[in-house]
RNA sequence: GCCCGGGUAGCUCAGUCGGUAGAGCAGCUCACUCGUAAUGAGCAGGUCAGGGGUUCGAAUCCCCUCUCGGGCUCCA
């Protein structure tokens, strides 16, 4: 008997009724063979050794594709268990799922024991035996009730029966769905007798693995929920092949170099005083510089687009922020109360009652629609000690902040055009690489279902007008608002989210804010909130991890350093100085008390774009030797006025020279 | 906040069995005046995060606190 199967490049294929997904892919190549680690039928993922039927759609799954990767990662996490049962017995596990790069596996060790780092080395030894040992993963299935018994001992996974089983109509999160459905469960037993509640597939053999490594242990939270127990997390990566996790611990490599509290340090930028607190940074002078070309970019481009600066206090009386609505909503995130002459003073979590108060301060007419103020505001948020991160994470933040107050028929467009706006500026910065996410009502909102679809479909609007790729995160919303995430890739390939737009339902109604419209009825103004950089010091993080501290020329605080090649060459460098400080660089001249390399070496160290070094045959030609930062090799005998004439387009931000309407 | 791991000079780190603190870089002084990523010598620098305990004796062992890092949760 011989049955047909299609293959993935549409293909037909005639083979013995009996064969496997792993017989086929043998049947196809050797190659193919060697490299699957699981099949595609009929669009679900299998074990290799299922049994084809007549027609079946089938696709291999090589350990080099993403789905290959993930199955890899869930069967290492699988034999860490393993690892882990056999060293620790008694041991209860929870889940071990793949994830982006790795997998971790979750553990509750007997008497409340806890993993150590030198334990990390004992696991992973006993998981190598394990993959050495060539054992078989094979997959069986069990009703619900033998299920129960079969694991008896283990609590998380019986609590992952129960509850799947008990709401099996209602479709489940994936996740929370290993092993169970329709009424059977799972289970891969490895022929050393572990079993693991499992939805599959695995790879048939542990001898497939090999190409991990255990990073760290962590806590993490039974199903995530901070009220249940806290369980032993261990952190892997797995790979296709050694090369590729060699490449991925590479990269890690890199991203720990361009780590922006290590730059922060050695650029002298900012540090968080432990006399402050937490979360609260100093810049130092050049940190500071930077902060203020930043800002002052910034500024020139907001009044060109067409919004008013303003600027308002840190506190407010907590009456503010019941009008606002912040202390029935976030006052967790706030920082406690204050009590002075009576009235109860709160540092300011946001900008946006205090802009809308400056709206109030008279009566407002159509015709002064859309009103766009912005502020670089600096507000203070609470946030658990556990959270804080560098400058990407802070308690006290200074926003790029922008609230528009429009018509409600100037919405649409105001909301595209703040998305070109956002784009730009981002762009100006030598951002590129950018996706938005559309968050839709949460569960916990406020508000009338009109006004959600209404400024929901406008946001909509804004992402198809400024063709920016974007997905929808149903739910994911504010309560008072549907928003715009925009994210942004930097060069080594990590998202960040930077700026927000969210349309407000809430407070112009709370402020009772109005216009008078043209035909001399009050209204309602919409109101949209807006952050761009997110917040000034996330973005200065993620502009230093992005350029790896080699900030762009512009944002650079020193731009020239002048070296001197001998003390007599100082007159003709002062020159060279005065000359670039007529075109407003920024110059620095390191006098020939040190070797010339040395002191390369330091403006190298610095990251100043021009380290320029003038000798004897420099005064005699009016000459400069230059050496770029980035470039493999310094140029000699540049004309001065062409290296001026080379540089100053790039001494200033570029203009967005667009006018957004 | 919770789990794990750290905290020794401004920075990066060493410090044996519990015997009283060390290097490199940075800083300062002097000398060197040099053509593309580290000139040499000298000097100075520490309440070993803080507090308590064990001990004849603690950077080292124990407890508590603070703080930093990695995660979890959180991010209106």
Request: aromatic fraction near 8%; proline fraction near 5%.
């Amino acid at each position: 008997m011989e049955i047909s199967v299609v293959l993935a490049d549409g293909t037909q294929r005639t083979v013995p009724s009996d064969c496997t997904a792993s017989e086929l892919a043998a049947l196809i190549g050797r190659r193919l063979s060697q490299d699957s680690v699981a099949a595609k039928i009929n669009g679900t993922l299998r074990d290799l050794n299922t049994v084809l039927s007549d027609g079946d759609r089938v696709e291999i799954v090589t350990r080099d594709s993403d789905q290959g990767r993930e199955i890899l990662r869930h069967s290492t996490a699988h034999v860490l268990a393993q690892a882990v049962v056999d060293l620790w017995p008694g041991t209860h596990f929870a889940i071990g799922p793949p994830i982006s790069d790795g997998f971790y596996y979750d553990f509750e060790l007997p008497g409340g024991r806890h993993f150590s780092d030198e334990d990390l080395e004992r696991i992973e030894s006993r998981m190598r035996e394990i993959i050495a040992e060539d054992q078989t993963f094979v997959r069986s299935e069990y009703s619900i009730s033998d299920g129960l018994r079969l694991f008896r001992d283990q609590p998380f996974k019986r609590e992952i029966i129960e509850t799947v089983a008990g709401q099996m109509s209602e479709p489940q999160e994936e996740e929370l769905n290993e092993g169970v459905e329709e009424g059977e469960i799972s289970v891969y037993r490895n022929s050393s007798g572990f079993i693991d509640l499992c939805r599959g597939p695995h790879v048939p053999s542990t001898k497939v693995l090999g190409s991990f490594k255990l990073m760290r242990v962590a806590g993490a939270y039974w199903r995530g929920d901070e009220n249940r127990p806290q369980l032993q997390r261990i952190y892997g990566t797995a790979w296709e092949s050694d090369k590729a996790l060699k490449e991925h611990l590479l990269q890690l490599d890199e991203a720990e170099k361009r780590d922006h509290r290590k730059l922060g340090l050695e650029l002298d930028l900012f540090h968080f005083p432990p006399e402050i607190g937490g979360g609260l940074p100093v810049f130092h002078p050049k940190g500071a510089l930077i902060r203020q070309l930043m800002e002052d970019f910034s500024k020139t481009e907001h009044r060109k687009a067409g919004y008013q600066q303003v600027w308002t206090p840190h506190l407010a009386k907590s009456t503010l922020f019941e009008i606002s609505g912040h202390l029935g909503w976030y006052k967790a995130g706030m920082y406690p109360p204050m009590e002075m002459e009576g009235a109860t003073y709160y540092l300011k979590p946001m900008n946006c009652p205090m802009h809308i108060l400056i709206y109030k301060s008279r009566g407002r007419s159509y015709k002064e629609l859309p009103l766009r103020l912005f502020e670089f505001g600096t507000v203070y948020r609470f946030e658990r000690s556990g959270v804080l991160h560098g400058l990407a994470r802070v308690r006290g933040l200074t926003q790029d902040d922008s609230h528009i107050f429009c018509a409600p028929d100037q919405l649409p467009h105001e909301l595209t055009r703040l998305l070109k706006f956002v784009i730009a500026m981002l762009m100006a910065f030598g951002l590129s690489d950018f996706e938005a996410e559309l968050s839709t009502r949460p569960e916990k909102s406020v508000g009338e279902d009109y006004e959600w679809e209404e400024a929901t479909a406008a946001l909509d609007h804004a992402l198809k007008e400024s063709g920016i790729n974007y997905t929808v995160a149903h739910g994911e919303g504010a309560f008072y608002a549907p928003k715009i995430d925009v994210h942004l890739k930097d060069a080594i390939g990590r998202r960040w989210q930077v700026s927000t737009l969210q349309v407000d339902l809430q407070e112009p109604q709370r402020f009772g804010m109005e216009f008078v419209d043209s035909d001399n009825t009050r209204k309602r103004p919409y109101m949209i909130h807006r952050a761009l950089f997110g917040s000034v010091e996330r973005f200065f993080a993620i502009l230093l991890e992005h350029y790896a501290g080699g900030l762009p020329v512009w944002l650079s605080p020193i731009q020239v350093s002048v070296l001197p090649v001998r003390d007599d060459h100082d007159d003709y460098a002062c020159q060279v100085v005065n000359e670039l400080e007529k075109l407003g660089a920024r110059v620095e001249m390191l006098s020939a008390d040190e070797p010339l390399g040395s002191r390369i070496r330091k403006a190298k160290l610095d990251k100043v774009p021009f380290v320029v070094v003038v000798g004897d045959s420099d005064v005699s030609e009016g000459t400069v030797g230059v050496n770029a930062r980035g470039s493999q090799s310094p140029e000699r005998g540049v004309q001065l006025s062409e290296f001026i004439a080379r540089i100053s387009p790039d001494l200033a931000g570029k203009p967005l020279g667009e006018s957004f309407d």
